[in-house]
C-alpha cells in the first residue's frame, strides 16, 4: 500500500511555557496584568504570524479552560435580594464511612448537621438529582449525589451575610491548610521565634526560608469572567436553611484575622466555644477551647516543621497529662538526651522540648496540669479526582498520635466542615464534567436532528435557556460502574468500594437504576450524555474511563466510510497513491484536530489529572494577574493529536450506542462525507443489509451539483460475452474456494491482476480494489475484536489486529488456500516469493511455525506484499459486487483468517502464565485473620492435578 511520504525531521514549532515558581512568597506588589487581548494560541493567528506554520509543526497549543453555560455568565448572574435562589447540595455515605474511607477516628466527625451549599440564581438542571460524582479518599471511593435541596429568597440582610461569608469560604477553600489560618505570623515571637531568627541569618539558602504560599492573593472577585457563578455557603440539616450562626461565627473569626486580634498572645482566661463546627476566634490555643468540645477539632502541633502543612483531627482526649511520664518505648527515642534529667521521670513536656527544638521558646507558658489528646492527620484530599486513589495494599488502623493541648493552635473549621470544604474543588470539578457532557449532548442533538455539514454561525448562536438544560441525570463513570485501565493493565478492585456501595440506601440505588435505564435507550441522533464523558476524556487524567478504545473503534469506522468516499469519487484508473493522498486529507490527526478546533470541542476534552492547587479557582473568581504566561487556572494544555483522538473516539461512541445512521451523519456533519444518511436510504438500491450501494457504483454523484464533477468514470468496460465466459471459467474454481459467486466476473479479474500484468489494459489492476478492501478488512476486524474482547486494553486490540492483518498473515493464506495460481502478473520475482512460500508448508503443518518462518524469510529480502495485495482486492471485489454487503465480507475473512482471529482472541483473553502451561489450574480459597479488617487468600496453583505451589495474599 502507498503511504504518502514524511519528513523524519519535521520543523519543530514550540511554544515556550514559564513554569510556576515551586514557593510563592506574600506578595508585596501585584504583577502587572496581561494584556486584554492575550488569549488563547489559535491557528488563524498561527498562520498570519508564521510563514513556515502547518498543523503538523504544532506539538500542544493552550485553550481556555471550559465553562459550563448553565453554571456560568450569562446565564447565571449573582443572586439579588428578593429573587429566588436556588439551592445545590451533595449527599454522602453515613459520617461513620467516611471517617474509615478518611482514615480518621469515628470521633473525628461531630455536629455533622452543617454542610456546604451552592446558591445558584437559576436552576442548572431540569432534573432535582443533577448528577452522581465519584469522590476517591484515602481508603476507597465515595459516590456524592447532588441535588436540588431548596428554592428560596434572601433578604437584603441575609444576603449580605452570605456574601461577605462566601468571600472567607472562598479563601478557606483554596488555601485550606495555609498557616495563617492558625495564627502563623512570620514576625510571631512566642511561636515561632526560632524560625524566624533562622530566616533572618545569612547563610540560610532563600528555598529554605519560611514563607507563605497564599494562592488566594493573585484572585479577584468578578462573577462575570469566573467559570462558576454562585455563592458558596454553609447549610443546616435537615431543613437545608442557611446556616446564619454558623456563618455569623465565620465572619467573626475572619474579622479577628484582619484586626490581627490573637487571644493566645493575651492568654485570655474566657473559654472560647464552637458554634456549629466554626471556632470563632482567630489564633487559640487548644486549652482555651472547653475541654468538652475537642474532639472534632482541627489543630496545627506547633512542633511540626513549616514546611509540614498537615493539620491533625482530634479524636480522643487523653487520660495523660503533660507532666505524665512518657513510656520506656518513647523515651528510647532520645537516646543518650534523656539522661539529663538524671533520676527524674522524663514528661511529656519534656520529650517534646528536648525532640523538638522549636518547642524550648514556649515550654514556659505549657500548662503541665491539661490532659493530652490523641489526633490523627486529616487529608487536604488533593488527589481524590484519580481513579488510582485510595487503593492503599496496607488497610490496617493507623496509630494516632499524642499530642500536647497547650502546643496546639487551633483551625477555625471543624474536622467534618473541614472535609466538607476540602472536598468542594473535586466537586464543582466533576459536577461540571457531567454537565459539559450534558451541555455537549444538547448542541449534538440540535445540529444532528437535520444532518447538514456544521456551521459556526449556528453554533455561535446557541444560548442556554431553562428549555436547554439537562433533561437527564448525569452518572459520572467509576470504579464500581466500568472496566478500570491503568496503563493498559486492569486496575485492582478495592473491597472499601464495595462496602461503601452495598450501604447505599434503597432510594439512591433506585434512582441511580433509573438513570442508568436510561443512557441505555438507544438513540438515532446522539448517544446519551452519560456516554459522552467516556470519548471526551484522554488517558492522562487518570479517569475510571478514558478514550482509548473507542478511538480504536472509531478510527477504523472512520477510515472505512472516508475510503468508500474516495473510492466513489474519483475514476476507476486512479491508482492507490493517488486515493491514498485523498484519504489521507480526510482523516489525518490535522484535519480532525482543526475540526475539534472549529467546533469549539476542546472545551469538551478533559487532558489532565485536576490538582486544586494548580488549577482550582473558586466561584465567582478569576485571575486578577496571571502569575505565568497561560496560567493553569485559565488554560489548558492539548495536543493536536488529542483533539485528533477525541473525535475518533465520539466517532466511536456514536457508532457504538447511537448505530450505524448516527455515526454516519456525524461524519456528515464534520464533512467528511458529502451526503447524509437519508441519501443513501433514499437510493433505489438501498438494502439494510448492503447500504453502501450508493457508493459503490460508477454513477455515483452524477445527480449533485457540488461545483466540481466528482466521478465520471474514465474508463467504459466494453467486454465481450466471449471474454466473460472465459472469465468465468478461469476463475470457477477460485468462486468455489472463495464460497462466492461474482456477478460481475470482471471485478474478480481485475482483483487477481497485477499492475505487471498486460491485461490491466482492460480491466484495469487490484490497487484500486486493494484500497478498498484494506480498510473494510480494517473495519471488520476491529469491529470483530471490540466487541469479543471487552475487557481487553486498547494497545492489546491494536497489537491483535496487526497480527491479523500483517502481510505476511495474509500472503500465507493466499498461499496455503492455493488463491495464488489466479494472480495475473508479469513480475518473475513473485513467482520466487510463492515457491519459498510453499516450501515453508511443506515443513511444518503448524500455523504459527509457518508465520514465524515466513518472517524470516521477509527479513532475509522475501517480498509478500503482492500476496497480501492480493488478498485484500479480492475483499473489496467482494465488497463492490455484494453491493457492500458486510454480512458476505465478513463471512469471507472468517473463512479463510478464523483460525488467526480465534487464536489472538484467546491469547486476549487467557491469563498469561496459561500460554506455557496451558492445563494450569487455580484454586482460591479465603480464611478470616486474627487481624481486624484483614483477610488471607491461600491461592493453589496446579497442573494436571498436581499441586504447584501455594500462595498466601493478604
Known amino acids: 500500500m502507498w503511504i504518502p511520504p514524511v519528513s523524519d525531521n519535521p520543523t519543530p514549532f514550540n511554544i515556550e511555557r514559564e513554569l510556576l515558581p515551586t514557593v510563592i512568597s506574600e506578595p508585596s506588589s501585584k504583577t502587572s496584568s496581561l494584556s486584554s487581548t492575550t488569549g488563547t494560541l489559535d491557528r488563524d493567528s498561527l498562520k498570519e504570524n508564521c510563514p513556515q506554520y502547518t498543523p503538523q509543526n504544532v506539538r500542544y497549543q493552550h485553550y481556555p479552560v471550559p465553562k459550563v453555560r448553565c453554571l456560568s455568565f450569562p446565564y447565571q448572574t449573582l443572586p439579588s435580594c428578593g429573587s429566588a435562589v436556588y439551592l445545590y447540595t451533595w449527599s454522602l455515605p453515613r459520617s461513620d464511612i467516611m471517617t474509615q474511607l478518611c482514615s480518621l477516628a469515628a470521633a473525628c466527625f461531630q455536629d455533622t448537621s452543617t454542610t456546604v451549599g451552592l446558591l445558584f440564581s437559576k436552576p442548572i438542571s431540569k432534573k432535582g438529582y443533577v448528577c452522581r460524582i465519584p469522590l476517591y479518599l484515602t481508603r476507597g471511593m465515595a459516590r456524592s449525589r447532588v441535588r436540588l435541596t431548596g428554592k428560596f429568597t434572601l433578604s437584603e440582610k441575609e444576603l449580605k451575610c452570605v456574601e461577605s461569608a462566601h468571600h472567607v469560604i472562598a479563601e478557606l477553600i483554596t488555601n485550606i491548610a495555609h498557616m495563617s489560618h492558625v495564627g502563623y505570623k512570620p514576625s510571631d515571637p512566642l511561636l515561632r521565634a526560632h524560625f524566624d531568627r533562622q530566616n533572618a541569618s545569612t547563610n540560610i539558602p532563600e528555598s529554605l526560608r519560611v514563607v507563605l504560599f497564599d494562592r488566594f492573593g493573585d484572585l479577584s472577585f468578578n462573577p462575570e469572567k469566573a467559570n462558576i457563578l454562585s455563592l458558596v455557603t454553609l447549610i443546616r440539616l435537615p431543613d437545608y436553611t442557611v446556616d446564619y450562626e454558623a456563618l455569623g461565627a465565620l465572619l467573626e473569626w475572619s474579622l479577628c484575622r484582619d484586626k490581627g486580634i490573637s487571644t493566645a498572645d493575651d492568654n485570655f482566661p474566657t473559654h472560647v466555644k464552637p ?180 456551521s459556526q454561525i449556528r453554533i455561535n448562536s446557541l444560548t442556554i435557556s431553562n428549555d436547554s438544560l439537562s433533561h437527564t441525570t448525569i452518572l459520572v463513570p467509576d470504579r464500581l460502574s466500568v472496566p478500570v485501565f491503568l496503563n493498559g493493565e486492569p486496575m485492582e478492585q478495592n473491597i472499601f468500594d464495595f462496602e461503601v456501595d452495598r450501604a447505599t440506601s434503597e432510594i439512591d440505588k433506585e434512582l441511580d437504576n433509573k438513570a442508568h435505564s436510561e443512557s441505555l435507550e438507544k438513540s438515532t441522533i446522539c448517544p446519551h450524555p452519560n456516554n459522552l464523558i467516556e470519548p471526551t476524556t484522554l488517558l492522562g487524567a487518570r479517569d475510571a474511563v478514558d478514550l482509548e478504545r473507542l478511538e480504536f473503534y472509531g478510527d477504523s469506522f472512520l477510515h472505512f466510510i472516508a475510503t468508500l468516499c474516495v473510492y466513489g469519487t474519483n475514476p476507476q484508473d486512479a491508482d492507490e497513491g493517488c486515493l491514498s493522498s485523498k484519504r489521507g486529507s480526510l482523516v489525518s490527526n490535522a484535519h480532525l484536530c482543526d475540526i475539534a478546533c472549529d467546533l469549539k470541542w476542546y472545551e469538551y476534552c478533559t487532558g489532565q489529572t485536576f490538582s486544586p492547587p494548580e488549577h482550582f479557582l473558586p466561584p465567582c473568581y478569576s485571575v486578577a494577574s496571571e502569575a505565568c504566561k497561560y496560567d493553569p487556572r485559565l488554560y489548558t494544555r492539548l495536543t493536536d493529536k488529542s483533539l485528533a483522538d477525541m473525535v475518533e473516539a465520539l466517532i466511536g461512541c456514536f457508532l457504538l450506542r447511537s448505530g450505524l445512521s448516527a455515526a454516519f451523519n456525524l461524519l456528515h456533519y464534520f464533512q467528511i462525507c458529502p451526503v447524509s444518511w437519508s441519501t443513501l436510504k433514499n437510493d433505489k438500491h438501498y438494502k439494510v443489509e448492503a447500504p453502501w450501494h450508493f457508493f459503490l457504483q460508477p454513477k455515483l454523484y452524477s445527480e449533485l451539483n457540488c461545483g466540481n464533477a466528482l466521478n465520471a468514470s474514465c474508463r467504459s468496460l466494453h467486454i465481450s460475452k466471449e471474454i466473460i465466459l472465459e472469465l468465468n471459467q478461469r476463475f470457477f474454481q477460485l468462486q468455489e474456494k472463495l464460497g462466492y459467486y461474482f456477478k460481475g466476473i470482471e471485478l474478480l479479474a481485475e482483483a487477481m491482476t497485477h499492475q505487471s500484468s498486460i491485461n490491466k489494459q482492460y480491466w484495469g489492476n487490484y490497487q484500486r480494489l486493494e484500497f478498498l478492501g484494506d480498510s473494510i478488512l480494517g473495519h471488520i476486524i476491529s469491529n470483530y475484536l471490540f466487541q469479543k474482547c471487552p475487557n481487553s486494553s486498547p494497545g492489546a486490540l491494536t497489537t491483535a489486529r496487526s497480527t491479523v492483518v500483517s502481510n505476511i498473515n495474509l500472503a500465507n493464506v493466499v498461499v496455503e488456500h492455493d488463491i495464488y495460481p489466479f494472480i495475473d502478473f508479469g513480475n518473475c520475482s513473485l513467482k520466487a516469493c510463492i515457491d519459498d512460500i510453499k516450501s515453508i508448508h511443506r515443513q511444518t503443518d503448524s500455523h504459527f511455525e509457518r508465520i514465524e518462518l515466513i518472517t524470516k524469510k521477509v527479513s532475509s529480502g522475501l517480498n509478500v506484499k503482492v500476496l497480501a495485495d492480493v488478498f485484500e482486492s479480492i475483499l473489496g471485489a467482494i465488497f463492490v459486487d455484494s453491493n457492500g454487503n458486510h454480512q458476505v465480507a465478513s463471512s469471507i475473512i472468517h473463512r479463510f483468517l478464523g483460525k488467526t482471529m480465534n487464536s489472538v482472541i484467546t491469547n486476549l483473553l487467557v491469563q498469561p502464565v496459561s500460554l506455557p502451561y496451558p492445563d494450569i489450574r487455580y484454586n482460591n480459597s479465603t480464611a478470616m485473620s486474627p487481624k481486624l479488617h484483614e483477610d488471607i487468600h491461600d491461592s493453589v496453583t496446579s497442573i494436571n492435578g498436581k499441586r504447584l505451589c501455594v500462595t498466601e495474599n493478604t
Request: proline fraction near 8%; glycine fraction near 4%.
Open 275 to 454: 458554634v456549629h463546627g466554626i471556632v470563632p476566634k482567630w489564633r487559640i490555643r487548644l486549652s482555651q477551647i472547653p475541654q468538652d468540645n475537642w474532639v472534632g477539632l482541627v489543630v496545627k502541633p506547633n512542633h511540626l516543621p513549616d514546611s509540614d502543612p498537615g493539620m491533625f483531627s482530634i479524636s480522643k482526649v487523653s487520660s495523660e497529662t503533660a507532666s505524665s511520664p512518657v513510656p520506656e518505648t518513647l523515651a528510647s527515642k532520645l537516646g543518650d538526651i534523656q539522661n539529663v534529667k538524671g533520676a527524674s521521670p522524663l514528661t511529656y513536656s519534656d520529650y517534646y522540648r528536648i525532640k523538638y527544638q522549636q518547642m524550648k521558646t514556649i515550654s514556659f507558658t505549657i500548662d503541665p496540669s491539661l490532659p493530652l489528646f490523641e489526633c490523627l492527620r486529616i487529608t487536604r484530599h488533593q488527589n481524590s479526582t484519580q481513579v488510582n486513589a485510595g487503593l492503599r495494599k496496607n488497610k490496617a488502623s493507623i496509630k494516632p498520635s499524642l499530642f500536647l493541648s497547650d502546643a496546639c493552635l487551633v483551625h477555625p473549621l471543624s474536622s467534618w466542615i473541614w472535609f466538607q470544604v476540602s472536598l468542594v474543588p473535586t466537586i464543582l470539578y466533576q459536577m461540571s464534567r457531567a454537565l459539559l457532557a450534558s451541555q455537549l449532548f444538547t448542541e449534538l442533538n440540535y445540529e444532528l436532528k437535520s444532518p447538514q455539514p456544521f
